[in-house]
Every structure is written in structure tokens, then in C-alpha cells.
């Protein structure tokens, strides 16, 4: 029994007659080698050639944005799943966003990541399947913003009862500004109104309200505003479904109506806004609504007070004639002008004690002034001033005679002490020998001898001479 074993590893290609087998004929096929960027280039020209405009439905998992601002996610059913990419241009024109769980139709080319090795969809548009884009954005934003608290009812405030400047916040080409300015003139002619134009419909429409909200709630004195527009479809009305308009509405540092489309119109702004109004001029009344409750009430609280006024009259006057109908009340009249009368004789007699009083306290206060005045120290500071400057005349000319008389004198002393001065005997053509030393004067002819070196003082100036002859006579 033979096995597996005794058969040979490969069939033997000999002839049964033992003959050997006859060469090939035919020449293998050469092998084509590719690199693995080459097969990822071929594979991604395929699929793009193939694929080149696909819609694809499935779920969102593992969403995320990377920073660069584009979105990498992959979208799977039961069976599959396939990597994905928006890049941010596209993703910037979503009014949705993506997040896990969420079933979408994506639109977008089938392509090849080669670094990886992995095949993509690049989508270029993506849809909520069975929900509409714009009510599924409506929903998220929705959901943020009441879990943040800007819903509560608690952050909203009342409006002004009498408000003095009216903020309004709308397109100057649309008709919701022209309900407001009619509502508002017809019910309080007074206000003062503060228009900020603005764009209500468009791709810049929500920067452009959220910078008119800023800037008009900026201006001093502004108590309420009003922002809105008329009736259109939702993508008409869409630039107050935006998180920055919603946002500028919670900022606002005073109360802001909602007035946006129809009654049946309903945006994120009418969540936020403090009061919501179903139209522009319904905003309007709800605005100025206040005046009329106010200025009605001031009439009933005056009708009131009237016939509150009137009742305690009547019961007054009702009261007033029981008390004067009683007997002991007989004569009252008659003795209330005696005590009249006697109240003005006691009146007219303190009058005149007082006036009586009075004129002698003047009289002697009149006496107590001339006396006073007698010893005023400004008059006899005034008669001490004349005396002291009379007496400083005095001795002005008193010292000036003294001086005069003492210049004299000196004047003439000096001019003896000139006559017997030696410079004045010298000045008349006498002069002074001295010696060479100039330590003594020279008297006589006996003290110098010839040759001798000695030195006459004139009455300018000094000579120096030697003496030649010198005579010793008396």
C-alpha cells in the first residue's frame, strides 16, 4: 500500500518511454519591479479616475480639528469605514459642525494619502442625513448656548419704564425701520431715538450686527435697544442664528428686544434677548408700553386721591354739622369773635411793649456807640501819628542845624591844623634834608660831612644830592 510518502515532491517530466523531455519553447515572461511610491502614485491616479465625484453616507468618528484648521475624521457603518478630510476653506461654508455620531452625506473625491498608505475622501460638502444643515446648526448652537445660561430666565432684565434713549439696531433699506419710527412717533412723540444701520441679511450680516450692538450700546444715555429686521425664509433671517450676534445680545450693557421676521419666526437672538418681540412694531409698543401703564396708572392713583379727598370732606362736613347742632355749642360763633378780639388787643399791646422796649435799647445802644467812639483807638492812634511826625519834623531840623554847626567847626579845625601842618610849610617853598638812610633829619651843617650822600623832601617830590661845601656859620 503505497502513502503519501512515495510520492515524488514534483511530477516527472520524462517521456513513459524513458525519453528525456524536449527543451521550452517558449521564453518566460519578464517580472516588472515597482517601488512603493510608484504603486501609490498608480493606485492614487486610479481612484481619482475612477472616483473623481462621489457621494458617500456614513456616521462621524474620531472628529477633530487639527490647527491648522482642518478636520480629519472617518466615516464607517456595520461593515466599513473610510478616512476623511475637510480641509478649513471648505469647512468654514459649513452652517453645521461635525461631531462623533453624527450620520452625514459627504461629497468629496476618492484619493490616496501616500505617506501612509491610505485611501481618503477629501469632501467638499457635507449634509445631515434626514435634517436639514441649517436646522441641524439651529439645534448645536442652540444646545450650547442654553447650557452656558444664556437662556435663563433669571440673566434677563425688565424694561425701562420711561426710556429716555431708544437704541435701534437695522437695515435703513427695510421696512422694519420704518414701522419702528411710526409706532414710536405715534405713541411717545418725545423719544430719542439712536439708529445704528446695519446689515440684516448676507455672509457679514452677523459681524456687522454684533459690531452695531457694541457700539450702540456704547453711547451714553441709550436705555433700551431694538434689533431685528422684517419677514423672509430661514436663510434670510440666518445672520441671527449666530453664535457672535447671540453673544453681542448677552454683552449688551442694557435690556435688548428681539424683533426678527414673523410671529412664527423664531432665531437664537429671540433666546438671548432680554424680551421678545413677535414683529418691529410689536417691539416698538412693548417698548413704550411702559409710558402708557405709567401715565395710566398716575390717572387712577389721581382718581383716587380725588374721591378719597371728596369722601373725607363729606365726612368731615357730616361730622361738623353734628358738632354744631348739639346745644352746647349755642353762641359758639359769638364767643369765638370775643376771643378774637381779645386775642388782637393782647397782640396790639405786645406789639407795641416790644416797639417800646425796643426804642430804648436803641437809645442806649446809640449812647454806648458815642462813647465808644470817644475812646476809639483809631482816632487817638490818628493824634499820636501827627504828634510823632510833627515831633520827627522837629527833630529832622533840629539834627540838621547840629550837623550844619558841626561841619563848620571841623572845616575850621582842619584849616588850622593845615596852617601848622609840615606839608603846608613845605607847599610855601621850605623843604626837609634827611640823611642817606632816611633815618633822621638834618638840622645843621655839623651833621653831614662833604661827600656825604643825603636826601631833600620838596612839596612834590624828593631829591637824592651829595653835599660838595658846606658852611658852619651860625
Keep these: 500500500m503505497s502513502t503519501l510518502f512515495d510520492l515524488p515532491f514534483e511530477e516527472s517530466r520524462e517521456d513513459p518511454a524513458g525519453r528525456p523531455p524536449a527543451p521550452d519553447t517558449v521564453e518566460p515572461p519578464k517580472r516588472r519591479i515597482y517601488t512603493v511610491s510608484e504603486l501609490a502614485a498608480g493606485l492614487r491616479t486610479l481612484l481619482e479616475a475612477t472616483y473623481p465625484e462621489i457621494w458617500v453616507e456614513g456616521e462621524i468618528s474620531n472628529c477633530r480639528i487639527w490647527n491648522t484648521g482642518h478636520l480629519y475624521f472617518t466615516l464607517k457603518d456595520e461593515a466599513a469605514q473610510l478616512k476623511a478630510v475637510m480641509f478649513r476653506t471648505a469647512l468654514r461654508l459649513l452652517r453645521f459642525r461635525p461631531e462623533d455620531g453624527l450620520r452625514v452625506v459627504a461629497r468629496g473625491r476618492i484619493t490616496v494619502y501616500e505617506p501612509k498608505g491610505e485611501y481618503q475622501i477629501v469632501c467638499e460638502q457635507m449634509e445631515p442625513h434626514g435634517l436639514g444643515a441649517l436646522q441641524l446648526a439651529f439645534d448645536q448652537l442652540k444646545k450650547r448656548l442654553q447650557a452656558e445660561g444664556l437662556f435663563e430666565a433669571a440673566r434677563k432684565r425688565a424694561l425701562p419704564v420711561l426710556p429716555r434713549k431708544i437704541g435701534i439696531v437695522t437695515s435703513l433699506d427695510g421696512a422694519a425701520i420704518r414701522d419702528i419710527i411710526h409706532v414710536l412717533g405715534r405713541r411717545y412723540p418725545n423719544a430719542h431715538l439712536v439708529i445704528r444701520p446695519s ?118 362736613r357730616v361730622r361738623l ?57 483809631r482816632r487817638r492812634l490818628g493824634r499820636l501819628r501827627r504828634s510823632l511826625m510833627t515831633a520827627d519834623a522837629g527833630l529832622g531840623a533840629a539834627m540838621g542845624k547840629r550837623r550844619h554847626a558841626a561841619e563848620l567847626a571841623l572845616h575850621r579845625a582842619a584849616g588850622r591844623l593845615e ?13 626837609v634834608c634827611w640823611n642817606a638812610e632816611r633815618s633822621a633829619i638834618v638840622r645843621e651843617s655839623s651833621q653831614v660831612r662833604r661827600g656825604e650822600r643825603v636826601r631833600v623832601t620838596l612839596h612834590r617830590g624828593e631829591l637824592e644830592c651829595t653835599v660838595e661845601e658846606k658852611d658852619e656859620k651860625d
Design 199 to 316: 446689515r440684516v441679511q448676507g455672509e457679514d450680516a452677523a459681524a456687522d450686527i454684533a459690531t452695531a450692538l457694541c457700539a450702540i450700546g456704547n453711547v451714553p444715555g441709550v436705555d433700551v435697544i431694538i434689533v431685528g429686521r422684517g419677514g423672509g425664509s430661514i436663510e434670510d433671517l440666518w445672520a441671527f442664528n449666530e453664535e457672535r450676534v447671540a453673544r453681542a445680545i448677552a454683552r449688551s450693557p442694557v435690556p435688548v428686544v428681539s424683533a426678527v421676521g414673523h410671529e412664527t419666526d423664531v432665531t437664537i437672538a429671540d433666546f438671548v434677548a432680554d424680551v421678545r418681540a413677535p414683529t418691529p412694531s410689536a417691539a416698538a409698543e412693548m417698548v413704550v408700553a411702559r409710558k402708557d401703564e405709567f401715565c395710566a396708572g398716575i390717572d387712577r392713583l389721581a382718581q383716587r386721591l380725588r374721591a378719597a379727598e371728596r369722601q373725607r370732606v363729606s365726612r368731615l
Design 321 to 377: 354739622h353734628q358738632l354744631t347742632a348739639r346745644p352746647g355749642y349755642a353762641g359758639f360763633k359769638g364767643r369765638v369773635a370775643l376771643r378774637g378780639r381779645r386775642i388782637a388787643d393782647l397782640d396790639h399791646e405786645l406789639k407795641r411793649q416790644l416797639l417800646s422796649a425796643l426804642a430804648r435799647r436803641s437809645r442806649r445802644l446809640q449812647a454806648a456807640r458815642l462813647k465808644l467812639e470817644a475812646h476809639d483807638l
Design 419 to 431: 596852617a601848622l601842618s609840615p606839608l603846608g610849610v613845605l607847599a610855601r617853598g621850605y623843604a
